[in-house]
């Protein structure tokens, strides 16, 4: 899957040139979402699910996962965003790039790069790519107990745990196509307090 356009892609989301990361980024979008869209595509027939996870219209986030180098550089060139509230036991560090056409990203990375967290061994095993495709989902608990039930798809914790910023998450390993697998993440954004 990391040929050497999506390889130069990454290295692009480092420009200083916001037209050179912007289309950088919007590549490797693109990129993971046609993966996301093929596996998650047998969900859409079932009504239930189609609705919590905004079936109409998703919103879908690529999380892109790279050096702790690499994240800097990409940080810096993108203004410093602000870094996302990661809970302790997760080893990770991300920000969110939003891009023109509503399109969002994550970039990850592991606070340890010779850890043994996911992200860590995500890159120790893979190198730098997309790690994982979000979807924003109104319950995930129950579109855990339809994807189990109805199509048979187990999901990588027992249960929903807290992810950052305080939403609730669960992954999910799917097939897809030219990749073995594909991890989802469904997401169910934290209660505003305003």
């Not at 919007?26 to 996301?36: F, P, Q, S, V």
């Not at 891009?99 to 990375?109: F, H, R, S, Y």
């Not at 027992?158 to 669960?170: E, L, Q, V, Y």
Request: one cysteine or more; hydrophobic letters at 40%; aromatic letters at 8%.
């Amino acid at each position: 899957m990391m040929n050497e356009a999506f390889l130069r892609a990454i290295a692009g989301m480092t420009s200083a040139e916001s037209e050179v990361r912007v289309a950088s980024a919007t590549e490797i979008y693109r990129t993971g979402r046609a993966l996301a869209d093929h596996a998650a595509f047998p969900w859409w027939d079932n009504e239930e699910l189609y609705k919590l996870l905004e079936g109409n219209n998703p919103h879908v986030t690529v999380g892109l996962a790279v050096h702790p180098d690499r994240f800097e550089k990409i940080r810096e060139a993108s203004g410093s965003p602000r870094l996302a509230e990661i809970p302790p036991d997760q080893d990770a560090r991300e920000f969110e790039i939003h891009l023109p056409g509503g399109l969002t990203m994550d970039v990850l990375t592991s606070r340890d790069a010779a850890g043994s967290g996911a992200i860590a061994k995500y890159l120790q095993k893979f190198g730098e790519g997309i790690q994982q495709i979000e979807y924003r989902c109104a319950n995930v608990d129950r579109a855990t107990q339809i994807l189990r039930d109805k199509f048979g798809i187990m999901p990588v914790f027992p249960a929903t745990r807290t992810g950052a910023d305080g939403t609730r998450i669960n992954f999910f390993l799917v097939s897809a196509p030219g990749a073995s697998k594909v991890l989802i993440e469904l997401y169910e954004p934290a209660p505003r307090m305003d």
